[in-house]
C-alpha cells in the first residue's frame, strides 16, 4: 500500500485520492496538498481527543444536522484547549471608535410603484405596457388623480391595494434595475421613463430617502466582544493545530490513518522492518519527512544493489542482526534512546552504518594475563 507523509501523518494514497475532491486547487499539486494538511489535522486532533479521554457528545446545527463523532471530538478539543481572554471593555470601546462606519443604521428609502405585466416573449405585448406605462407616468405628473388611485385602477402588483406603496426598504431589497432609478431621484419625484424588470413595466415614484444613524457604542458593544473573541479564537486554533503538526512533524511521523480512516500511532519497531515487508516498504515516505538526503543515498545504494529499496532495507536489517558487534549495538541504542521515534533513529543508525563503511580498529600492543 502506497502512503505518504503530510505534517508528521502518514496516509494512504487512497484516502489521499479520495479527499483531493474535497479541496478543489489552482493546480493539482495545490489541491493535493491541501487534501494531505486537511487529512493530518484530523488525524492529529482525533488522537489528542484520545490522549484526552474524550467522548464524542454530537451536537446539532442550526438546521437540524449532527455532527458525526469524529466532528464532536475535534470540536471538544479545541473547545478545551484553545482558550481566549475576554475583550475588555476599552478594546471593544477602540474598534467602535477607529471603525465608526460600521457601526450605523443602514440607509433606508420609502417607495411606490405601478407595475405593468408583460407575457414574456410577447414584443407587441410589451410595446403596447411601455406605451400605457408611459400615459400613466404623463397622467399623473400632470395631476389627473393622485399616484395612489392610478395604483388601485392599474397595477398589476399586490400593492395596488395600498396605493402602489413598496414600503420600508434598504439597499438589495428590490431588483438592480428598479433600485438603481429610484435611488437616483429625489423625494417625491416621479421617474420620467417606465423602467423594465423581469416582472414586467414600472411607474416608480420615491417617497422618502432615510438616512443611516450611528449607533450607540452601548448598543453594538456586544456585537463587537463577540467579533473580537471570535477572531482571537479562530487566530488561536490556527496556532494550537500549527503547533500540533510541527511537534508531530519533529518526531518524524507520529500517526499513521488507516483505510477505514482510523488513526494508531505511526511508530514501528526495528523487528517489523527485519520481518515486515510492508513495514519496509513504508520506509520511503517515513525517510522523505524526516531525512531525504538518507532516503536519496538509500534509494541509490538499492539502485545499485539491484534490490527494491524494502529488500535492500530488510537485508541490511538482517545484516545488521547477524554480524553486530557490542560497539554497533552501542551506538544503534544510543542513537535510539533519547529520539520521538526510537524505531525510526535506530533504522536511521543501521542504514547509515550500511551505507559509510565502518573504520577498523586495530590493536597495536597485545598485553598478555601476569
Known amino acids: 500500500m502506497r502512503t505518504i507523509v503530510f505534517d508528521g501523518v502518514e496516509i494512504p494514497e487512497t484516502l489521499l485520492a479520495r479527499e483531493v475532491q474535497n479541496h478543489p ?108 406605462a408611459v400615459e400613466i407616468i404623463q397622467r399623473v405628473i400632470a395631476g389627473a388623480a393622485p399616484f395612489g388611485e392610478f395604483a388601485r385602477a392599474f397595477s398589476d402588483c399586490p400593492s395596488a391595494g395600498v396605493g402602489g406603496s413598496l414600503g420600508q426598504l434598504q439597499t438589495g431589497d428590490l431588483v438592480p434595475e428598479v433600485e438603481d432609478v429610484l435611488t437616483a431621484l429625489q423625494p417625491g419625484e416621479i421617474a420620467a421613463e417606465p423602467v423594465l424588470s423581469r416582472f414586467g413595466w414600472h411607474v416608480l415614484r420615491l417617497d422618502r430617502k432615510l ?24 487566530a488561536a486554533a490556527a496556532r494550537y493545530v500549527a503547533d500540533l503538526a510541527a511537534e508531530a512533524r519533529a518526531r ?34 517515513w525517510l522523505a519527512a524526516v531525512d531525504p538526503g538518507l532516503l536519496e543515498r538509500v534509494r541509490q545504494a538499492a539502485r545499485d544493489a539491484g534490490e527494491p529499496v524494502a529488500d535492500f532495507v530488510q537485508a541490511a536489517m538482517a545484516e545488521f542482526v547477524a ?48
Open 211 to 234: 438616512p443611516g444613524q450611528d449607533l450607540p457604542f452601548d448598543l453594538v458593544e456586544p456585537r463587537i466582544r463577540l467579533h473580537l473573541q471570535s477572531r482571537a479564537w479562530t
Open 252 to 285: 518524524g511521523v507520529a500517526l499513521t490513518l488507516t483505510l477505514d480512516g482510523g488513526v494508531r500511532e505511526g511508530s514501528a519497531t526495528l523487528g517489523d522492518f527485519l520481518t515486515d515487508a510492508g513495514a519496509a516498504a513504508r520506509l520511503e515516505p
Open 25 to 132: 486547487g489552482a493546480s493539482a499539486a495545490e489541491a493535493r496538498n491541501a487534501a494531505g494538511h486537511a487529512l493530518a489535522i484530523r488525524a492529529l486532533l482525533l488522537n489528542r481527543a484520545h490522549e484526552l479521554g474524550l467522548a464524542p457528545q454530537p451536537e446539532h446545527d442550526e438546521d437540524g444536522r449532527e455532527e458525526t463523532p469524529e466532528e464532536a471530538l475535534v470540536r471538544a478539543v479545541l473547545d478545551l484547549e484553545v482558550v481566549v481572554a475576554e475583550p475588555s471593555a476599552g478594546e471593544c470601546r477602540r474598534v467602535y471608535e477607529a471603525e465608526r462606519g460600521r457601526f450605523r443604521s443602514p440607509a433606508l428609502f420609502e417607495a411606490s410603484h405601478i407595475l405593468l405585466e408583460v407575457p414574456a416573449g410577447d414584443d407587441a405585448a410589451l410595446a403596447e405596457g411601455r406605451a400605457r
Open 323 to 370: 554480524e553486530a558487534n557490542d560497539e554497533r549495538w552501542t551506538n544503534l541504542i544510543s542513537a535510539a534512546r533519547d529520539a520521538e521515534d526510537p524505531a525510526l533513529a535506530g533504522l536511521a543508525a543501521v542504514l547509515r552504518s550500511k551505507l559509510v563503511p565502518q573504520k577498523q580498529t586495530f590493536t597495536l600492543i597485545r598485553r598478555t594475563p601476569a
